[in-house]
């Protein structure tokens, strides 16, 4: 008998294993273009520009420009686009750092502040819609569990 046809509950934990990550995979996928989607919709935005301004919204005090891309594990000409684009819709401001003339810390501005968290309110309410089959309890145990494959690889 092939691996095809031998049952899911039949099958070694490798494949399971295979299995499991395909569609977590293929349900991150879709949950993200729901989200572009409904940025695109809602705000005429796009998810890069969220992550951006979530990223500054948790840091108030600003971030340098490499520290925003590092943390956001995209390239400094993605970061600088999309900087550039929030700063002429005022959403984001250049401050300069002191003693050190050619770094600048980028921030959100007070407009910027708003207009996340009005996103930000939007982004938890679809979220809740696509995962409103998962019962409180399935969230708690699968949040221990992906926790415990970050912590693995650490």
Known sequence: M?????KLEDQ??????????????????????????EL??????????FDVMAMLDRTREGLRMSQLS????????????????????????RVSVKGDKRA????????????????AAEHETWINKH???ISAEEVD???EVLSKIREEDH
């Open 70 to 93: 590092q943390q956001l594990m995209v390239s400094n000409g993605n970061v600088t686009g999309i900087i550039d684009r929030l700063v002429q819709e005022g959403f984001v401001m």
């Open 131 to 133: 995962l409103s089959e």
């Open 12 to 37: 070694p934990v490798s494949k399971k294993r295979l299995r499991l990550w395909l569609q977590m995979l293929k349900t991150t996928r879709f949950i993200e273009n729901e989200l572009r989607e």
């Open 104 to 119: 600048t810390l980028v921030r959100l501005t007070p407009n910027g502040i708003e207009k996340f968290a009005e996103m």
């Open 2 to 6: 092939s691996m095809a046809n031998l």
């Open 141 to 143: 145990h699968f949040s």
């Open 40 to 49: 695109r919709l809602g705000f005429q935005s796009t998810l890069p520009r």
